[in-house]
């Protein structure tokens, strides 16, 4: 039983470190119980310093990372809370679970921490790309539009709109035959 027992832990705690997401128990009082490399790493110290009493509270408010207490409000709602934060040069997704013992009562919080710096760049590359292109429709007079298949949806560009001088609040009016969102050849 206790070489089961041993077999087991080891297997969690090798489970615990491939996670590459920084994941943390915190007590009520926001001592880190537990945690695993990646928020050793995230923070910027060892798990023993990020262990000892308050140690985590202490390098996590450094590192601009301990605004996770507002989520405390997750003591209130016993429900999971997140938040998306910057904190130096980095974006974090933060997720916060509570853990409750066996009368109910919140003991403690999982607290999962992703670096999402990476999509977040892509996320406003994608927006100053799209924003570009809508300057550049715009001064060259050209639209783009698409039609699906599958669904017969057609879509404008707010351009196109311009071009046939329609209003983008109003939409496309969806007929049967479409005629009227079909654009009319232009005049030579």
């Not at 990372?65 to 999971?80: D, E, H, P, T, V």
Request: with cysteine; net charge positive; charged share 35%.
């Amino acid at each position: 039983m206790e070489k089961a027992l041993e077999s087991a832990a080891r297997e969690w705690q090798v489970t615990f470190e491939s996670i590459n997401d920084a994941v943390a128990l915190m007590d009520i009082d926001g001592t880190i119980r537990r945690c695993n490399g990646a928020m050793g790493r995230l923070a910027g110290r060892s798990l023993p310093e990020i262990l000892e009493r308050n140690a985590g509270r202490r390098c996590m408010e450094r590192r601009s990372l301990y605004r996770i207490a507002r989520l405390l409000k997750m003591k209130k709602s016993k429900k999971r809370e997140e938040l998306v934060l910057k904190a130096g040069d980095k974006w974090l997704h933060v997720i916060v679970d509570p853990v409750f013992d066996s009368e109910g009562e919140m003991v403690a919080a999982v607290h999962t921490v992703a670096d999402i710096t990476k999509e977040r760049a892509i996320q406003e590359a994608l927006k100053e790309s799209e924003q570009r292109m809508k300057i550049a429709q715009s001064l060259g007079k050209i639209g783009h539009w698409e039609f699906d298949l599958a669904t017969s949806h057609i879509t404008w560009s707010d351009e196109v709109f311009s071009i046939y001088e329609r209003n983008i609040a109003l939409g496309l009016r969806h007929r049967k035959r479409r005629p009227d969102i079909i654009p009319p050849r232009l005049p030579n």
